[in-house]
């Protein structure tokens, strides 16, 4: 097919939904370790605990801030009081691990026999003083991280709209800003005031999204030296400091799987949203940041130059897959984003899986998509909602990518075939944003490339039979 006959815009499709992908309770995984005074109840069965056992790996032995509520059979036939039961472990955990919340996670066994948790939490949080927020992440509606959107959309009604009486104008912002303060860290009170002056005057903005504590300063100080302050993440580091939301307020996400908690900032807490491209990849951070600039009137400063000396230095990364094919199976919302960012390092991507599409969410993200496609001289690529891994199977077999995007399910019989693969999780869990980690995200890209290519003399590519005779 020549560029010509190329579709002008994005084609998009929709199967089965018949796909692997983490139950959504993993979000309790790393969400977790980001607010440290919180602690995840998962009010499931077996299967769950299983899964977050068997996923979770190593994490496990750490003695985590999580755990199962496991439900019995008298729950389920409703001969016990599930408000007498929740009351008992939440008491427990207030003993063990006095937590600043408790985080409940309905799961698909709650949804089924209907157990209301929303209507319960208000109630045993005044009795027991702890506040409960209650997110439904469950394998029935939602795919792995979208759980940390049910989180974070039922936090965002959490975040105090005004600033306490005592703290004055000038700490109101610090106060609820730990970044701020690491920034100001061994500042004296001058400087500090200083310093507040270096930031162009717009509307306090908020930026949304779980990242670890070294991407969140990193990104912050990526909008510093463009004049923006930064007045609140959503989630902080701790519950007790989730930033103060008013309405007018300016919020953008960082990551492509945030649409409810998007929604929810802006219909319950009237902020505005900033729709922009997520920053992963040097080209996406610097779309996000221009975005982020263009709003507040503000011209970008050195941004041409930031992403040209990120890209020179990707380069050796770069080489290794120019040219190069990519399919990605779809599992974790991530998908958009970084197939963007490979057809910028010159590769094609086959198909981009996706386990939901939020279209309007997802707007700029499309549409820097489809202009790096057209700029780069490759065709769009077809973007599969919902996939079914059976039908993918038999493309891949036909398409013969050079690197297929999968889940563990699929990754080692697809190597057997001869057939290069990147398990997908890893892409959650590695540090992805902002310029300086476009490194660690081609790392990850290129292991298996590199990895194959130093195997290859031994002929061992292909490790079934072609054909299996019944
Ligand atoms: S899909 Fe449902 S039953 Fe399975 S682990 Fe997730 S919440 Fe539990």
Redesign the pocket.
């Known amino acids: 097919m020549t560029i010509a006959q190329q579709p002008e815009a994005l084609n998009f499709e929709c199967e089965t939904g018949n796909y692997h992908t983490f139950?959504?309770?993993s979000c309790v995984a790393w969400l977790y370790q980001k607010i440290e005074d919180s602690f995840f109840l998962v009010i499931?069965?077996k299967?769950?605990g299983y899964?977050?056992q068997n996923a979770m790996g190593v994490m496990i032995f750490a003695e985590p801030r999580y755990a199962m509520a496991e439900l019995e059979e008298g729950d389920i036939s409703a001969q016990l009081n599930d408000y007498e039961e929740l009351k008992r472990l939440c008491l427990q955990i207030k003993r063990d691990r006095n937590p600043s919340v408790i985080v409940w996670i309905g799961?698909?066994?709650t949804e089924i026999i209907k157990t209301d948790l929303e209507g319960l939490a208000p109630k045993l949080e005044a009795e027991i003083g702890i506040p409960i927020v209650v997110a439904r992440?469950?394998?029935?509606d939602y795919a792995f991280t979208q759980g940390e959107d049910t989180v974070l959309a039922a936090m965002a009604n959490r975040c105090p709209s005004k600033a306490p009486k005592a703290l004055t104008e000038t700490d109101k912002s610090d106060e609820r800003n730990p970044i701020q303060k690491l920034l100001n860290f061994g500042k004296k009170k001058e400087e500090v005031i200083q310093e507040e002056s270096e930031y162009v005057d717009h509307p306090p903005l908020i930026l949304f999204g779980s990242l670890p504590d070294p991407v969140v300063t990193q990104l912050t100080l990526e909008l510093k030296k463009q004049g923006i302050k930064v007045s609140g993440w959503l989630p902080a580091k701790r519950f007790t400091e989730l930033p103060i939301i008013e309405e007018g307020y300016y919020v953008a996400g960082v990551n492509p799987f945030l649409s409810r908690t998007a929604t929810t900032l802006m219909r319950r807490r009237k902020c505005k949203l900033i729709g922009a491209p997520f920053p992963i990849g040097p080209d996406g951070t610097r779309a996000w940041v221009e975005k982020i600039c263009s709003v507040f009137g503000i011209t970008p400063q050195g941004l041409d130059e930031r992403e040209a000396q990120i890209w020179a230095s990707l380069e050796d990364y770069v080489k290794l897959i120019r040219g190069k094919s990519v399919f990605f199976m779809g599992d974790n919302l991530l998908e958009i984003s970084q197939a963007r960012f490979l057809v910028r390092c010159g590769m094609m991507v086959h198909e981009v899986g996706i386990p939901y599409m939020d279209k309007r969410y997802q707007a700029a993200e499309l549409a820097l998509l489809e202009k790096t496609c057209q700029e780069m001289g490759v065709p769009l690529p077809k973007i599969v909602e919902k996939p079914d891994n059976y039908n993918q199977v038999q493309r891949i077999y036909e398409l013969k990518p050079d690197l297929v995007i999968t889940g563990m399910a699929h990754a080692n019989p697809l190597e057997a075939r001869g057939i290069n693969t990147k398990w997908s999780v890893e892409f959650t869990f590695a540090q992805i944003h902002g310029f300086t980690n476009a490194r660690d995200l081609l790392e990850l890209v290129t292991r298996p490339l590199r990895r194959n290519n130093n195997l290859k003399d031994l002929g061992w590519d292909k490790l079934v039979k072609e054909e299996a005779k019944i």
């Not at 992440?137 to 029935?140: E, K």
Request: include cysteine; proline fraction near 6%.
């Open positions: 139950c959504p309770i499931g069965t299967t769950c899964f977050l799961t698909c066994t992440a469950n394998g029935l």
